[in-house]
């Protein structure tokens, strides 16, 4: 069947730290693969696009990379900061088809 | 810069009660969706449009029912509400093709069925 699988943990790290999220998916083929940030009580906020010939993409302090042979993308934040706290969702578009299929997220605590 | 605008942000309905969910945005996006989340779920669509005056069935969409008059606005239907239907709903918005397109996302509604 097909999945998608992010940490149901949540990811406790300390402020200035590094924080890497990851999304495995099972039985896909995607296209494209987005991340997003969720606050509580409020709607997805888009943060980056990477697509299936791109090994890396880069924003700011975000970094994101996606591995077709591995099946996984990986969601990196340096420099981590308290306000970086919240809910990551992973989302991809499978290769030929129309419909994004979200993942249930990545709680990340960011302490100071 | 309103983006996408949910009504009503909570309601409680009866079992067999009917409603309906409004989305308005002001981006001149072409595609719409409807999104239900649920506690240890992703988003789950339910159903989206791809231009005014269409629709199509996303995931999940047995219950519910859209429509798309005009451009700006996305209608999310329930004609007999059931406590499965209690969620928090969200609609967004996307200029393209929503995988490979930045997608908006409204304030979300949440809805209780008792």
């Known amino acids: 069947s097909q999945k998608i699988e992010q940490n149901s943990e949540a990811l406790n790290i300390q402020e200035g730290k590094t924080a890497t999220l990851t999304c495995n998916y099972t039985n896909y083929s995607p296209a494209y693969l987005q991340w997003y940030r969720q606050d509580p009580g409020r709607g997805p906020v888009f943060l980056l696009l990477i697509r299936e010939n791109e090994k890396e993409k880069r924003k700011e302090r975000l970094k994101v990379t996606f591995d077709t042979t591995l099946k996984q993308s990986l969601f990196h934040i340096t420099a981590s900061q308290p306000t970086d706290s919240a809910t990551y969702l992973c989302a991809l578009e499978q290769t030929g088809g129309f419909k994004t299929i979200f993942g249930a997220g990545t709680r990340l605590f960011v302490k100071a | 810069n309103a983006g996408v605008t949910q009504t009503p942000k909570f309601r409680v309905l009866k079992t067999g009660q009917s409603m309906t969910l409004l989305c308005a945005q002001d981006m001149n996006h072409e595609y719409m969706y409807w999104y239900r989340q649920d506690p240890g779920m992703g988003l789950r669509l339910i159903h989206y449009s791809v231009g005014e005056g269409t629709t199509a069935k996303g995931e999940v969409p047995d219950g519910y029912n859209v429509s798309r008059l005009k451009k700006q606005n996305f209608l999310l239907g329930l004609e007999s509400a059931a406590p499965s239907q209690t969620s928090v709903y969200f609609c967004?918005?996307?200029?393209?093709?929503?995988?490979?397109?930045?997608?908006?996302f409204g304030q979300g509604t949440r809805l209780t069925v008792v």
């Open positions: 967004a918005s996307s200029y393209g093709r929503q995988g490979l397109s930045e997608a908006f």
